[in-house]
Nanobody, 126 residues
Framework: VQLQASGGGLVQAGGSLRLSCAAS????????MGWFRQAPGKERDFIAA????????AYADSVKGRFTISRDNPKKTVYLQMNNLEPEDTAVYYC????????????????????WGQGTQVTVSS
């Protein structure tokens, strides 16, 4: 199983980035997908998750209204659109996959996720 995250970079505050995570080696439509981030010196935190068929989503309070998670099952890819970025959003962003059988479930707990990508750095300058 491989989760390949991309799309990170350096952006000014107020700008936007779109992260992508391409999955291989798993039956993508059966996995809940999530995004987490880890800032320097801090623990990894939940950011967003999307259910198997994409109908349900969950977000951390810190990103609600600014970030949008989506998925394209035929392309085996999950996205994180990040708008109105703030310096506090600076972190390494990780995508993850959880084998949860309920089609409407979303997963916010890190320990439930089965597979993780390598991370992509997002840096927001003030």
């Amino acid at each position: 199983v491989q989760l390949q995250a991309s799309g990170g970079g350096l952006v000014q505050a107020g700008g936007s980035l779109r992260l992508s995570c391409a999955a291989s080696g798993l039956t993508f439509p059966t996995y809940v997908m999530g995004w987490f981030r880890q800032a320097p010196g801090k623990e990894r935190d939940f950011i967003a998750a999307i259910s198997v068929i994409g109908g349900n989503t969950a977000y951390a309070d810190s990103v609600k209204g600014r970030f949008t998670i989506s998925r394209d099952n035929p392309k085996k890819t999950v996205y994180l659109q990040m708008n109105n970025l703030e310096p506090e959003d600076t972190a390494v962003y990780y995508c993850a996959a959880a084998n949860v059988r309920r089609a409407t479930a979303v997963v916010t707990t890190e320990s439930v996720y089965d597979y993780w990508g390598q991370g992509t750095q997002v840096t927001v300058s003030s």
